[in-house]
């Protein structure tokens, strides 16, 4: 209990003296998942609208797959990136190992079958309602899709939030591919495990808190910037 | 003149999971008028309408429009039983049709401006669509759907949710469609508004045409006992 008093403690101290540190592994924290949650984004969502709108072969295998890899463990994929990104793998010679680059793809991979996977679901739906209507008026693949990711806006907005909240917590794959280099991969999540291991619980639970605090403005803030319906009114 | 007609319709199938939902179905329909499907539920009514427009899967014979495929369906729209409303306002639910259709914005905006005039909703132009009336929701349907001047337009029951003073203006809108040229084709089980916008009746009964005639003759003379007895408002079956 005492650990946890100090770690708030902590993290108000933290917080409130704007730590040089601290604002650096959050904002490199912020900057890696905003980062990768938009790739994921632009990747997944017409992904889940294309696989609602489309009927191709293997497209339940397709499902089934995403819906699979949502569970997808991130140490393994971070073992992969890790070997497709060091200096003997096939993009060895692009650097990218230890760099912040690195932990943007290995996050897009974890999150792009669970933001897809949300979304077609939540597509689906819709898909069935608008069906008819849209089928009657001609429209192209390209438009239904078009109309499913725009009227499905609020549902792809939690869907992208989940993927969010995946990523920013998201500590293996990060440290296997980023390292943990201070001043260069460190981010919320690998700092709270150093001092976690370092024995410095008060001050990893305040980072903790910071982390909490974080996903939580972020999450609010999207709402409330993504708020289109006011009162019944567009 | 419509150069979508004459609608010739040839042995004219749709099943579902084996069962026929419609056909087979001989007709011929010219460029005037309105025609109402009517018969007792089950029938096949919006089967059949669903069928004439291509969006129910046609599993034999053969439904032709004089023009080519692409073209008439871009020249017809149709408006559902239960109106789907695009989760958007009045104005993007209006403009839509159009702006698919290549349409600019500014153009879209005004034209969508004028129908809902006519349709009533020009009050309503700024509010979600999902939060309008039942009454409301069906005349935007019928906006939305006249929008892009259809030549023919089909109506699965358009008023079956509504109470009188909505039937009366969405009738109202239908009849000013009609005289402006476009081609109504519509299903219903109200016999008066049957009896007050039809032209010419198609009584179905068991997923075939079973009568059909000049609206006047057959309200006033049907020839076999089903419809004699549908009209009397006996179950037919």
Known sequence: MGDLWDGLSQAFFLLVTLDGDLVEITLRSLQVTLSALVIASVIALPLGALLAVRRFRLRRVTIAVLNALMGLPPVVVGLIVYILLSRSGPFGVMGLLFTPTAMIIAQVIIIVPLIASIAHQALRELWTEY??????MNTTHVQRMKALLWDGRRALLTASLAGFGRAIGEVGAIMIVGGNIDHATRVLTTAIALETSKGDFALAL????I?????????????WLTQTERE??? | MSRMFPLIVE??????RGKVLVGPVD??????????VIGPNGAGKTSLLRMLH??????????????DEAEARERQAFVFQTPVMLRRSVRENLTYPLRISGVGRKAAEVAAEGMADKIGLSGALGRSALALSGGERQKLALGRALIREPEVLFLDEPCAALDGRAMREVEAILLAAAEGGTRLIMSTHNMGQARRLASEVVFLLGGRIHERGAAETFFDNPETPQARAFLRGDIVE
């Open chain 2, 27 to 36: 007709l011929r329909l010219e460029a005037r008028g309105v025609t109402v």
């Open chain 1, 206 to 209: 305040a980072l903790g808190f």
């Open chain 1, 211 to 223: 982390l909490i605090g974080l996903a939580i403005a972020v999450n609010f803030a999207i709402h």
């Open chain 2, 54 to 67: 291509g969006i129910a899967r046609l599993n034999e014979g053969r439904v032709q429009w004089a023009c």
């Open chain 1, 131 to 136: 069906h008819d209507l849209l089928i009657s």
């Open chain 1, 232 to 234: 019944g009114r567009w």
């Open chain 2, 11 to 16: 042995g004219a199938v749709t099943r579902r």
